[in-house]
């Protein structure tokens, strides 16, 4: 069964990757595919944006479904 709460908070991750880069991704681009894979913290600007934000964001993203939490759980 899909967990939307989960699946929901993957495209917040996505969302808020791409207004950090700054670059809209395609819908069936490369790069989208790659993301799915999951993102590194060394994927975003260097120097750009705090560690506890780009790890949230990886964590947001991870294909590991038992790794992703609820939004819920966000301000925890």
């Known amino acids: 069964m899909l967990d939307l709460c989960k699946t929901d908070r993957f495209q917040l ?7 950090m880069i ?5 819908s069936n681009g490369e790069e989208q595919h790659r993301i799915r894979d999951g993102i590194r913290i060394t994927d975003f600007p260097e120097n750009t944006y705090s560690l506890r ?3 949230l964001i990886c964590r947001m993203m991870d ?14």
Do not use: M
């Open 13 to 19: 991750g996505v969302t808020l990757y791409q207004l």
């Open 22 to 26: 700054r670059q809209q991704l395609r």
């Open 53 to 55: 934000l780009r790890s």
């Open 63 to 76: 294909p590991n479904t038992f790794k992703k939490q609820c939004s819920r759980y966000f301000g925890r």
